[in-house]
T-cell receptor, first 116, second 115 residues
Framework: AQSVAQPEDQVNVAEGNPLTVKCTYSVSGNPYLFWYVQYPNRGLQFLLKYITGDNLVKGSYGFEAEFNKSQTSFHLKKPSALVSDSALYFCAVRDGRGGGADGLTFGKGTHLIIQP | ETGVTQSPTHLIKTRGQQVTLRCSSQSGHNTVSWYQQALGQGPQFIFQ???????GRGNFPPRFSGLQFPNYSSELNVNALELDDSALYLC??????????????FGPGTRLTVL
C-alpha cells in the first residue's frame, strides 16, 4: 500500500522569505510524485510532478520540489514567498508500476500562511 | 481554470437517499477519476474510468458506482446515503497513455451534505 505524510498541519512564513512544505512518501515501486494547491471552495490545481530524471523539479508560480530517494521525501520549496501563496497544499503519490488502481494517494494537506 | 466542470455545485440529501453527481472532462482527456474529500482531509480515491469501464477502485463500498460516456463525461452515483458521505466530491480528468505519470486536472467539486 502507498501512503503520504505531511508532518506539518500549518506553516507560517513571512513574505519574501523562503518557504518549505514537507512531504514524505511510501510506495512499493518507483514513485510518481505530485504537488497540488487548493484555494478556498475550489478544486485542486496542479503545481508540479516528479516522474524520473533530475531530482529538482520546477513548476508553476515559482515553486520547485526536490526528490530525495534515500529519505523518501519530496519537499515543496519557493525562494521568496508571496502573500498570494497562502493556501492548502497537498502532496500525492502514485506507484509507477503497472496494474492496480491508478488513483493518487494524497497527504492530509498543509496550510501555508504567508504573513505580510 | 482546468476545463473540468462538475454539477451541481452544492447538494443536500437525507440519509438513505440516492445521489448522482456529474463531471465533464477537459477536452482531449480520456480518463476520469473521482475523489472524496472530507472536511480537513486530503482527497481519497474512489475509482477511475477509462474507455467507459472502471479501471481501478479505492477502498469504497459497492454503493459507490459510476459511469463514463462516449464523450468521456462521467457520473458518480451513491446509493443509500450515510451521514459520513457528506464531503466535497472531486472529479479529475487526465490523458491515459502508456505510462502512469500524467497529471490529473481537477474540477471545482460538488459539496454534498447528508442530513
Amino acid at each position: 500500500a502507498q501512503s503520504v505524510a505531511q508532518p506539518e498541519d500549518q506553516v507560517n512564513v513571512a513574505e519574501g522569505n523562503p518557504l518549505t512544505v514537507k512531504c514524505t512518501y511510501s510506495v512499493s515501486g518507483n514513485p510518481y510524485l505530485f504537488w497540488y494547491v487548493q484555494y478556498p471552495n475550489r478544486g485542486l490545481q496542479f503545481l508540479l510532478k516528479y516522474i524520473t530524471g533530475d531530482n529538482l523539479v520546477k513548476g508553476s508560480y515559482g515553486f520547485e520540489a526536490e526528490f530525495n530517494k534515500s529519505q523518501t521525501s519530496f519537499h515543496l520549496k519557493k525562494p521568496s514567498a508571496l502573500v498570494s501563496d497562502s493556501a492548502l497544499y497537498f502532496c500525492a503519490v502514485r506507484d509507477g508500476r503497472g496494474g492496480g488502481a491508478d488513483g493518487l494517494t494524497f497527504g492530509k494537506g498543509t496550510h501555508l500562511i504567508i504573513q505580510p | 481554470e482546468t476545463g473540468v466542470t462538475q454539477s451541481p455545485t452544492h447538494l443536500i440529501k437525507t440519509r438513505g437517499q440516492q445521489v448522482t453527481l456529474r463531471c465533464s472532462s477537459q477536452s482531449g482527456h480520456n480518463t476520469v477519476s473521482w475523489y472524496q474529500q472530507a472536511l480537513g482531509q486530503g482527497p481519497q480515491f474512489i475509482f477511475q474510468y477509462y474507455r467507459e469501464e472502471e479501471n481501478g477502485r479505492g477502498n469504497f463500498p459497492p454503493r459507490f458506482s459510476g459511469l463514463q460516456f462516449p464523450n468521456y463525461s462521467s457520473e458518480l452515483n451513491v446509493n443509500a446515503l450515510e451521514l459520513d458521505d457528506s464531503a466535497l466530491y472531486l472529479c479529475a480528468s487526465s490523458l491515459r497513455t502508456g505510462q502512469r505519470g500524467n497529471e490529473q486536472f481537477f474540477g471545482p467539486g460538488t459539496r454534498l451534505t447528508v442530513l
